[in-house]
């Protein structure tokens, strides 16, 4: 028998992503990427089928008699909450947990760019579509959940958000917060995007927008005066321009980079990255902000360009807070917080990024060698006799 509170905590103590359940094997954990076995013995079928009853609805064991999958948010007073999917594989049940703590950590404790917390706070930024985007698993909830939690307490506005499930639970501070499930509260995404504009929204996540109807309508939203926040499962600015305009019909593409020129804030992509010392993961983040010359490059289909005017943003001082992922992971570098190797790892452009490593080895290499000199130097002055000394 499993003591499934003792799991939760446990997972919760080490710093657990993920607890994974499946029969004839034991509970496993993924920690800072990895995935770890416990020392546990295998699950067996009733096991698995005794968390079901004590994690699931009535409704939500019919649902899964049907469809053999199921995702739903489950809160543990008090610890934590987790984001679930139970689904079946050779014929039993396999179930995952996502950890997602109680408290929404800030901007700065994640360490995020702190250009972020300008989108959420700047007038200029109060209307239009912020994109964030990455891979399954790299913090993109996180990172949404920061920013939507700072406009929370410092704007007097109404947040709805469309999830499915509900993972992060707000509290209403300065601002009203609505949490609306997928498959609970609403049918769908397109659904509760038809009826959120006659809710008084002023900021709307949408958890995925997973079809073109779901995307018209939140640039809908976005075009007609609302902040609307989404996530896209694209490794960079440029990439998710191209898979959101590729989604589209050839003849209905020039309309779509005209309305996203106008309507497009940010788009920002990231990756969690190991530490050197073994300590965990940080995001690394690209972040493209719409610039008047980015808006015509988009406008005019050109999404090729964008990198290099993200990358030029950073190299003329960062007026606009832009890197690439490629700088973003060479400041990690030059930080000594990742390794070169993982900063190739994890490049979206590794050609480029072996040469920015050859140039960071570079400075290091010219750096020691000045600290050596003035080191001989401050010797040999030491070691200089003084005038007095001389004449004895």
């Known amino acids: ?79 934590c909450r987790f984001r679930i999917n139970v689904y079946q594989q050779r014929g039993t049940l396999g179930m995952v947990f996502r950890v997602i703590p109680l408290r929404i950590r800030t901007i700065e ?36 959940a920061a920013m939507i939690d700072l406009i929370n307490q410092t704007r007097r506005a109404h947040i709805v958000t469309i999830e499915d499930p509900i993972e992060y639970v707000y509290e209403d501070k300065m601002s009203i917060v609505s949490q609306r499930e997928v498959g609970t509260d609403t049918a769908s995404f397109l659904d509760a995007l038809k009826y959120v504009l006659r809710e008084s929204p002023d900021v709307i996540l949408v958890g995925e927008m997973r079809d073109i109807e779901t995307f018209h309508a939140a640039l809908t939203a976005a075009e007609t005066g609302h902040l609307v926040f989404s ?14 305009i590729n989604m589209f019909p050839p003849h209905e593409r020039p309309m779509v980079c005209v309305r996203l020129s106008k309507s497009l804030l940010a788009v920002i992509s990231q990756k969690l990255v190991p530490l050197a010392d073994g300590s965990g993961r940080r995001a690394a983040v690209e972040i493209m902000i719409v610039t008047p010359t980015i808006a015509k490059e988009i406008e005019e289909g050109r999404s090729g360009t964008i990198y290099q005017l993200i990358a030029k943003d950073k190299q003329e001082g960062g007026y606009w807070g832009m890197q690439t992922m490629n ?58 006799p003084t005038s007095e000394g001389s004449q004895s």
């Open 1 to 79: 028998m499993i003591d499934l509170e003792r799991l939760m905590r446990y997972a919760v103590e080490k710093e657990a992503s993920d607890i994974f359940l499946k029969v004839d094997s034991p509970p496993a954990l993924r920690i800072h990427g990895k995935v770890y076995r416990l020392n546990h013995p295998p699950l067996t079928v009733d096991d698995l089928k005794q968390v079901a009853l004590c994690i699931m609805t009535e409704d939500q064991l019919i649902s899964f008699e049907k469809r053999h999958e199921l995702d739903f948010g489950f809160t543990f007073p008090g610890l």
């Open 109 to 144: 404790e994640l360490k995020l760019p702190l250009v972020l917390k300008r989108l959420c706070t700047d007038p200029m930024f109060s209307q239009g579509l912020i994109l964030v985007t990455g891979p399954t698993g790299c913090g993109k909830s996180t990172t949404l």
């Open 231 to 244: 996530t896209v499962h694209t490794p960079s600015a440029s990439e998710t321009l191209e898979r959101i």
């Open 327 to 384: 700088q973003a992971l060479a400041e990690m570098v030059r930080e000594k917080l990742i390794t070169p190797e993982d900063a190739l790892r994890y490049s979206t452009n590794p050609s480029e990024m072996r040469h920015i490593l050859h140039r960071l080895q570079e400075e290091e290499r010219q750096m020691l060698e000045e600290q050596e000199r003035r080191r001989r130097a401050a010797l040999l002055r030491s070691q200089k």
